[in-house]
């Protein structure tokens, strides 16, 4: 895994786990409706940026050198990535 990349996502893991961490509060608490689904959002929208980290490092590592190989190795990668966003059935 890139550095930079890794230390970016880590970042954010620790970000979602204190967004859980409050929204399970808010839920105990009976928290107003609108402010709990305001925080699902909010770690929905988290959860997308940490893919679109990990998407960025899987393309600038594996699937760079998978492509690089060709072949069986290419197909993989992009049936890889053609299964992760939904876009062939699995």
């Known amino acids: 895994m890139i ?7 880590l970042h954010r893991t620790a ?3 204190g967004q859980l961490r409050g929204l399970a509060k808010m839920i105990e608490n009976e928290d107003y409706c609108m402010d709990i689904i ?7 929208k988290a959860l ?3 893919d679109r980290l990990l998407l960025e490092n899987h393309l ?13 190795e290419r197909e ?5 990535l053609l ?4 876009v062939q059935e699995r």
């Open 76 to 80: 993989q990668a992009v049936a890889e």
């Open 48 to 50: 997308e940026s940490l």
């Open 83 to 86: 299964k992760a966003y939904d």
């Open 3 to 9: 550095d930079d990349i890794k230390k970016r996502a």
């Open 15 to 17: 970000i979602l786990e």
């Open 60 to 72: 600038r590592t594996h699937v760079t050198d998978m492509f690089e190989h060709g072949g069986a």
């Open 38 to 44: 305001g925080q699902s959002r909010a770690i929905r």
